[in-house]
């Protein structure tokens, strides 16, 4: 049984050379992490493999985010994209995402993968306003209305900044927006 404490404003940073990897089954259920990751999130192995990715969930982060994820992977993309994650002591790091699809040798899908690094201050300064948007957006609405709601409000930013989800992504990291 994994220990649940309160989140905190407590914040733990990548350092730029640092990757964080995992592995998942189809169900997004941990089957491999490296050192990195349990030196960040404080949790050890015992706590994350055989458990599903969302130990670390971040209640700050918006559910739409993940269905757009699950979306992507499950149409055969690959998927880029900021994630608040939560550490065992309740304090949080965030990241930048790329998740592929981990193919077998008869190209049938066996999971997927995951790897991620520091993202730059500039794009948090542009992703938080959007995920709190995101999240307000979620908390006022019910059920799966919640979700495409949210979700709405991100394609009309994208459509604002004349973009598309993955342009977006690499703008903001790359500093080209705004
Ligand atoms: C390869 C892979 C990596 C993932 N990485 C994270 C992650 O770092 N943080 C996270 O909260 N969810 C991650 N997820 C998504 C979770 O599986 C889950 O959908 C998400 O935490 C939302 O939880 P919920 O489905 O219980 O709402 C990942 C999924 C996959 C397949």
Redesign the pocket.
């Known amino acids: 049984m994994v220990e649940r404490v309160s989140v905190t404003q407590k914040e733990v940073s990548l350092s730029d050379d640092e990757f964080i990897v995992?592995?998942?089954d189809l169900k997004?259920k941990l089957t491999y992490i490296n050192r990195t990751f349990m030196r960040i999130s404080g949790f050890p192995e015992a706590e994350l493999l055989g458990f599903?990715?969302?130990v670390?969930?971040?209640p700050d982060?918006p559910?739409g985010v993940?269905k757009l994820?699950?979306d992507t992977?499950r149409d055969g993309n690959e998927f880029f994209g900021y994630?608040k994650?939560r550490c065992k002591d309740g304090g949080h790091y965030w990241?930048f995402?790329n998740?592929t699809i981990d193919y077998g040798l008869d190209n049938k899908p066996l999971g997927?993968?995951?790897v991620?690094r520091k993202p730059t201050p500039r794009a948090l300064d542009h992703i938080i306003p959007i995920y709190r948007e995101m999240l307000a957006i979620e908390a006022g609405s019910s059920g799966k209305n919640a979700v495409e709601a949210s979700l709405q409000f991100f394609r009309d930013e994208l459509a604002r900044n004349d973009t598309d989800y993955l342009d977006m992504m690499m703008k903001i990291e790359n500093g080209e927006l705004g």
């Open positions: 995992s592995k998942t997004g599903p990715h969302n670390i969930r971040h982060m559910r993940f994820m699950w992977l994630v994650n990241v995402a998740i997927y993968y995951s991620r």
